[in-house]
């Protein structure tokens, strides 16, 4: 039965993010391995209001606002591989959940 490895990588820093995605992937190509994605859903869009200025007129500061990107991929058996690209070095503005499936065929318990 094939475990089924899912790799959530997410960032406010997207070259960074596609740099970590790219490189898994030529990874993968390099060794034969078959990854599903990455899919690239619609980047989170974050604004965190600002305090008052303390200046004596009131103004205040601008809302800060930021995106964050997120990246699936599926690797389908192949669990060395799998445990290589999780196990390695990632940049400090990337995140990374990994999920792993045991996957069974139809008809069995």
Known sequence: MPFV???????????ALDDVVSSIKSMASRKGVEI???QTPP???YVAPQQKSL???????ADWSFSVYTRTMRIV?????ARDATQREFPDGVHVEVDVEQ???????
């Not at 490895?5 to 070259?15: A, K, N, V, Y």
């Not at 200046?55 to 500061?61: A, E, N, Q, T």
């Open 55 to 61: 200046h004596p007129d009131g103004d205040r500061f």
């Open 103 to 109: 996957v069974t065929g139809a008809g069995r318990a």
């Open 5 to 15: 490895t899912t790799l959530s990588l997410s960032s406010g820093d997207r070259p």
């Open 36 to 38: 599903k994605g990455p």
């Open 43 to 45: 980047p989170e869009r």
């Open 77 to 81: 058996g192949h669990d060395e591989f």
